[in-house]
């Protein structure tokens, strides 16, 4: 899940929880944005931690003592 999506879901519980006065026979709107609302909660934590694993991937590693740092090779020319 995205945090674009995450943030929709929280949006779209609020709005069926504390906008909306419509009654429906067989289940409770409010009930059904409070669980949307957990749900984008629970989903915006694991899009940080899924951001924050990604993150440590792209970081370059410290070179030790003696090491020299390489350059990757020129792009071909065509």
Not at 15 to 22: G, M, S, Y
Not at 46 to 72: C, D, K, M
Request: proline share 8%.
């Amino acid at each position: 899940m995205t945090i674009a999506a995450a943030i929709l879901l929280i949006v779209i519980g609020a709005i069926l929880t504390f906008a909306t006065n419509i009654h429906v026979q067989g289940f409770s709107l409010h009930v059904v944005g409070w669980i949307l609302m957990i749900g984008g909660a629970v989903g915006l934590i694991l899009s940080f931690f899924q951001e924050a694993i990604w993150a440590g991937r792209t970081r370059r590693r410290e070179l030790g003592p003696g090491e020299e740092r390489r350059e990757p090779p020129p792009p071909p020319r065509y």
